[in-house]
């Protein structure tokens, strides 16, 4: 097992919120071809909120001159990840439960930044030798069986009691460490699967690398 799938395995991802509202199907589509313009303000956004409450502990306000894909509407995962590329960070949720996407990521960066128990509080020092992750998902659609997923393209979902253990698209590429995470940060036991179509952005320097379905 790589550095990066031993580090996703202690991943237990977590949802602040797992609500009835949907967001527009194709939302994920138009992310996936999103210009570098919008990568770059989603992910320009996650940091400010990021490093503003690592360091002040305050929320910032969200911003008005926004690319429009911001102001859409859909689940968020804000993660982030050390220079060994292990996870540092990572909080979220499946369903929208702001008003847009920009909210949604001030909302899963403080989280992330703040109030992930599973790590020790993240400092100024350690903020900024960290790189973020911008994640955006589309509703989880229920499936019989994970079997005919692939690892490097789809995400998954397993539920248990109403608690989502979600593994996110590239975590591993190996389908059954996908499906026992999975099991795992639900909390075992009988669950219900989903799939889960999402599309990610990583911070790489002064840019973003942007890593997708194909």
């Given at each position: 097992?790589?550095?990066?799938?031993?580090?996703?395995?202690?991943?237990?991802?977590?949802?602040?919120?797992?609500?009835?509202?949907?967001?527009?199907?194709?939302?994920?589509?138009?992310?996936?071809?999103?210009?570098?313009?919008?990568q770059?303000?989603?992910?320009?956004?996650?940091?400010?909120?990021?490093?503003?409450?690592?360091?002040?502990?305050?929320?910032?306000?969200?911003?008005?001159?926004?690319?429009?894909?911001?102001?859409?509407?859909?689940?968020?995962?804000?993660?982030?990840?050390?220079?060994?590329?292990?996870?540092?960070?990572?909080?979220?949720?499946?369903?929208?439960?702001?008003?847009?996407?920009?909210?949604?990521?001030?909302?899963?960066?403080?989280?992330?930044?703040?109030?992930?128990?599973?790590?020790?509080?993240?400092?100024?020092?350690?903020?900024?030798?960290?790189?973020?992750?911008?994640?955006?998902?589309?509703?989880?659609?229920?499936?019989?069986?994970?079997?005919?997923?692939?690892p490097?393209?789809d995400?998954?979902?397993?539920?248990?009691?109403?608690?989502?253990?979600?593994?996110?698209?590239?975590?591993?590429?190996?389908?059954?460490?996908?499906?026992?995470?999975?099991?795992?940060?639900?909390?075992?036991?009988?669950?219900?699967?989903?799939?889960?179509?999402?599309?990610?952005?990583?911070?790489?320097?002064?840019?973003?690398?942007?890593?997708?379905?194909?």
């Open positions: 097992m790589g550095l990066m799938e031993k580090a996703a395995a202690c991943l237990a991802v977590l949802l602040f919120a797992a609500g009835s509202a949907r967001a527009d199907s194709g939302v994920v589509h138009r992310w996936r071809t999103a210009d570098a313009a919008t770059s303000a989603a992910l320009g956004l996650a940091r400010e909120a990021f490093d503003a409450y690592v360091e002040r502990h305050v929320v910032i306000a969200c911003p008005a001159d926004l690319p429009p894909l911001l102001r859409e509407r859909a689940g968020v995962f804000v993660s982030s990840m050390d220079e060994r590329g292990a996870p540092r960070c990572c909080m979220g949720t499946l369903y929208p439960t702001q008003s847009d996407i920009a909210h949604e990521i001030i909302a899963s960066a403080v989280a992330a930044a703040g109030h992930d128990r599973r790590f020790a509080p993240v400092t100024s020092a350690l903020a900024h030798r960290i790189r973020l992750i911008v994640s955006i998902v589309a509703a989880p659609v229920p499936i019989a069986s994970p079997e005919g997923l692939d490097v393209a995400g998954l979902a397993a539920e248990a009691g109403g608690r989502f253990g979600v593994v996110l698209s590239g975590e591993t590429r190996k389908r059954d460490r996908m499906i026992a995470w999975a099991r795992i940060r639900a909390g075992g036991g009988a669950v219900r699967w989903f799939r889960i179509d999402d599309v990610r952005m990583i911070e790489a320097g002064g840019g973003s690398e942007h890593t997708s379905r194909p």
